[in-house]
């Protein structure tokens, strides 16, 4: 089963950039529909990108045009690359992984810390 560990959090100016990634264990990483979620305080996680099993990614009109997901087969690792950074995107990030088949499995990293501040 894979597991999931987000690390490259942290203070960044408002347009500035950061990276994170999803260190992933496990054989089976690029069966899973993997994904970037983020969560405001009192608020539910929403969706910021996602990256099917075979590479078509989407995001939220939010992070459209800043954010680009992307995901290293050989390295079994999913990253967001954040540009153009602004206040409003501070909020604890995870990484999410999905499959279906045989049946349906959902994971969660534990969360990663982003704020956008000067």
């Known amino acids: 089963q894979v597991q999931l560990v987000e690390s490259g959090g942290g203070l960044v100016q408002p347009g500035g950039s950061l990276t994170l990634s999803c260190a992933t264990s496990?054989?089976?990483?690029?069966?899973?529909?993997m994904g970037w979620y983020r969560q405001f305080p009192g608020k539910q996680r929403e969706l910021v990108a996602s990256?099917?099993?075979?590479?078509?990614?989407e995001y939220a009109d939010s992070a459209e045009g800043r954010f680009t997901i992307s995901r290293d087969y050989a390295k079994n690792t999913l990253s967001l690359q954040m540009n153009s950074l602004k206040p409003e995107d501070t909020a604890v990030y995870y990484c999410?992984?999905?499959?279906?088949?045989?049946?349906?499995?959902?994971?969660w990293g534990q969360g990663t810390l982003v704020t956008v501040s000067s």
């Open positions: 496990g054989s089976s990483f690029r069966l899973y529909y």
């Open positions: 990256v099917t099993s075979g590479g078509t990614t």
């Open positions: 999410n992984a999905r499959k279906w088949d045989p049946y349906y499995v959902e994971l």
